[in-house]
């Protein structure tokens, strides 16, 4: 697979959501039926074990690590196989040094391509240390940058990090998901300065999405002016919705590079904010982003309920009205007739 060119391309990846039953155990059924889903809306690739996947799915009482990511990279197989395309399976990483490394090599084992590696577990950890953690994992895989935003368990992590990480060979992505223009500016201009034109960006940005994806970024570097553009998205707002979100996708990497500002595109970006601000709980610091997804999957048929493995994990007062009002807000967002169409099939 050449991977590095295929997230260069710009590709839809959703981040994995877990599908559980009211007894909070895996529900093999409709989690295969979210893996076809993304497959069949022509995603990508997808992003399993990360933030959407929840975190506790590695906490020994549930043990579900490996069962999660062995399904979806069969699943996504399968799923694949009697139209085989170009197709990223990513493995989320977290924990200290010796964790990720392991958790890459079961990705590894079970025929993923990359791994996100989160850093919130080394909060405290110095830069240099940090460093060393990501070169560690990515002797072992092909390694994706992740800037995990704070609420939701990530660091502040500065220019001067991004711009070593930008030197690591076997880097092949960055995820900036710090919903901040400023710290998304260190990382494009670090990538930008390092001269690395083979590491790809990726907007985890839920709140800019459309403009992350329109915005060209220049800069003044060592080897000239640079225009860096982020490719496509990695996104746990793309887990919803999705083939609506590979067509957005492809519009605007059709009209790249015309030199005109699309009012209509903006004015669409502003829609899709305003429906993640329901469906990841802005209002209440995130508190309900992952509930707030398998609600909308709920509505769609694909999830049986909102439950998360965290019991105390659930949608916040009014976000389910919410989450009702951008749906009948914005009609054109959704892909309930895709799903309406070919559930009873993913469900098998």
């Known amino acids: 697979m050449k991977l590095r060119k295929h997230l260069l391309d710009g590709q ?19 989690q295969c039926a979210l893996t076809r889903y993304y497959v069949a809306s022509g995603a990508g690739g997808i992003a399993v074990g990360v933030h959407s996947t929840q975190f506790e799915i590695r906490e020994p009482g549930h043990a579900l690590l490996r069962p999660v990511l062995e399904l ?17 399976k990513i493995a989320g ?35 240099e240390a940090l460093v060393e953690h990501c070169r560690a994992v990515a002797a072992t895989m092909p390694l994706i940058g992740f800037y995990l935003q704070p609420a939701v368990g990530g660091r502040i992590l500065p220019y001067r990090f991004w711009r070593r990480f930008s030197e690591i060979e076997n880097v092949v992505a960055i995820k900036i998901a710090p919903f901040n223009r400023y710290q998304t500016l260190d990382v494009v201009r670090a990538v930008a300065e390092s001269g690395r034109k083979d590491v790809a960006l990726y907007t985890g940005n839920d709140d800019s999405i459309v403009a992350d994806l329109v915005t060209p970024f220049a800069f003044d570097t060592p080897g000239g002016r640079a225009e860096m553009r982020i490719a496509g998205g990695l996104l746990g707002h793309w887990a919803v ?27 669409r970006g502003v829609e899709i904010t305003d429906c993640n601000a329901a469906f990841f709980d802005a209002a209440n610091r995130f508190a309900g982003c ?11 048929g694909l999830l049986a309920g909102t439950w998360c493995l965290n019991p105390h994990e659930v949608l916040s007062p009014g976000q389910a009205d919410e989450i009702a009002r951008v749906h009948r807000a914005y009609p054109h967002l959704n892909d309930d007739d895709f799903v309406a169409a070919n559930v009873d099939r993913w469900m098998r």
């Open 290 to 300: 992952i509930p707030g997804i398998h609600e909308v999957l709920r509505g769609q």
């Open 241 to 267: 919705w999705a083939r609506k979100a590979v067509e957005l996708l492809d519009e605007i990497k059709a009209k790249r590079g015309n030199n005109t500002v699309d009012l209509a595109l903006l004015a």
């Open 72 to 88: 979806a990279s069969k699943t996504a197989d399968e799923a694949l196989a009697n139209a085989p395309r170009t197709f990223a």
């Open 93 to 127: 990483a977290c924990g200290d040094t010796r964790a990720a490394v392991a958790e890459a090599e079961l990705a590894r084992s079970l025929g993923y391509h990359a791994v996100l590696l989160s850093l919130g577990a080394l909060r405290d950890a110095p830069e």
């Open 12 to 30: 839809m990846i959703p981040a994995h959501p877990l599908a559980l039953t009211a007894g909070r155990k895996l529900d093999e059924r409709r």
